[in-house]
């Protein structure tokens, strides 16, 4: 067992987490004395259990030949039945497995069930509940999920633009939604999010003509923080756009089982 | 309530509580079915977690001929583009410190700049506002050099005891 403490070296090529100078594996902490204090040195990520287990993950899902999606956003920007939609366009070409993660209620994966695919709710809901799904929640969460019979896992993540664009889940893609009517500056007031994600959806499109939204300015928003990435302009609920985004899934299957 | 009815190949979702009562750190994951146990560790934000985190790596990190040895000053370097809040994690951090050798400690938080290198012109820049583009060429394919750190550095321990031999 490696020590879940210690920095592993394959994390340093992680975009930005930095340190890539540092050597924890190969010098004992240094000492030195400092206004009466002994300075340990120290030099550890701290999410690095987190990322740990996402490792596991991953191989767990590269053994099984999984491809896992992690899809993101704010609360009510159609993350629920934009996945609903996908389900019922892939499946049965595409075998597919959820796991949606919701502070309470089993509202989601009821919706999600519907469609015949295994689902996995996860709620967080003590005390206020946690804002995101880490690895290790993933990992308890498929070992109810028969991967041997699902080519493609989509997780849906807390609706939170923030915190689960920190954590590492052992997912092969990441994609945001983001509708319009939400802002379209979002991409800007959470870049993080949308710096790690590989693509976009910009979804509820069919409402455009009753609103005062500027899609171009959305798209380049999204493409001031992240640029090439990919932007799906969709509506779930008309179908409107669908296809792009399920050629994208499809192409992210293809190249796992390849 | 049964959502089964008048569906086909419709079968309950099995729920996983994700109750954080550990930081799973060396553990089983602290997933369980039915109702929740109580539990003071539960997080509502993950500043929680991350705090827990800390203060797990900070005591395993204090050398065995110091062990007992109050830890004075944590610090750790926080990278400005991650979502993290730096206020939100002192206060997690007194609170999880609290009956631990760190309990009283100083969460010392040096901010890390973001800062990126373009890979088409070469050129390193500080990005300070949610553009990235390479000012120089315009381009977007940029590696980030820093800004994503969540990184303990080092811990300041007190000397409990004389200084002799």
Known sequence: MPDPLLIPRSLFHKEGHGSSHTHPHDDPPLERRASGTREIQVVRKVLAANDIMAANNRRLFADKRVCVINLMSSPGSGKTTTLEKTLARLMPELSCAVIVGDIATTNDADRLAASGAPVVQVNTDQFGGDCHLAAHVIERAASGIDLDQVDLLIVENIGNLVCPAEFDIGEDARAVVLSVTEGEDKPLKYPLMFRVCDAALLNKIDLLPYLDYDAPLAVANIHQVHPDMPVFELSARTGEGMEPWLDWLRGLVRKKLA | ?165
């Open chain 2, 1 to 165: 309530m049964d959502h089964t009815a008048g569906r086909r190949q419709t079968r309950p979702a099995a729920v996983v509580r994700a109750a954080y009562r550990d930081s799973g750190v060396g553990t089983a994951p602290s997933v369980h079915r039915g109702p929740g146990r109580t539990d003071t560790r539960y997080a509502a934000m993950h500043e929680m977690g991350i705090a827990m985190q800390i203060v797990e790596i900070a005591v395993a990190s204090v050398p065995a001929h110091l062990k007992g040895s109050p830890v004075e000053r944590v610090n750790l370097q926080v990278g400005k583009l991650s979502a993290v809040v730096p206020d939100s994690l002192r206060f997690c951090f007194d609170v999880v410190a609290k009956g631990t050798p760190l309990e009283g400690a100083d969460l010392n938080i040096e901010e890390l700049p973001v800062t990126a290198r373009c890979r088409a012109c070469g050129h390193v820049w500080t990005i300070d506002g949610p553009a990235f583009t390479c000012p120089e060429c315009a381009r977007g394919d940029l590696e980030l050099l820093s800004g994503r750190e969540l990184d303990i550095r080092s811990i300041e321990l007190r000397e409990n005891r004389t200084p002799d031999a």
